[in-house]
């Protein structure tokens, strides 16, 4: 089973993600509280949103195309990426956040509900000879650098 949760101890409302059409394959993201990203800037926003997921599948986060193309918004490490096991994790109870970078000329301007990225489920295969058995005890660059 697939499905999108509010995190424990969220302190505000939260829109959960949402496809916006029969054909799109991303669900849309939404900002949880309102922010600005700079010129040259990096900001990391919470959604204050988890995952549960099977143990084979991955969710991938992207920026949302019109900000890339129009904005010149882009995540810093292009493509983010949400395993299974970050859900529910003790460090931030699966918290999903997007990192993003400003390289237009102005500002964006972020309200509250305004979508800020998408998320594609994918499932993923193991190879023959798979041995992981560690466990995640945290969230961003839990595993090492």
Not at 16 to 39: E, Q, V
Not at 51 to 63: Q, S
Request: glycine fraction near 12%; charge should be negative; proline fraction near 6%.
């Amino acid at each position: 089973m697939i499905k999108f949760e509010v995190v424990k101890n969220c302190p505000f409302p939260v829109k959960l993600p949402k496809r916006s059409t029969a054909g799109s394959a991303g669900y849309d993201f939404f900002a949880a509280y309102p922010f600005s990203i700079g010129t040259g800037q990096t900001v990391f926003v919470k959604t204050w949103v988890k995952a549960k997921m099977p143990k084979d599948t991955v969710l991938l986060l992207f920026e949302r195309s019109s900000w890339g193309f129009k904005k010149q918004v882009s995540i810093p490490n292009a493509v983010g990426v949400i395993d299974s096991d970050y859900y529910g994790n003790a460090e931030n109870d699966g918290n999903i956040a997007f990192a993003f970078t400003n390289h237009g000329s102005e500002p964006l301007e972020v309200k509250v509900g305004d979508k800020i990225g998408q998320g594609i489920f994918l499932p993923f295969l193991l190879t023959d000879d798979d041995e992981a058995e560690g466990e995640r005890v945290g969230g961003m660059g839990s595993t090492g650098d």
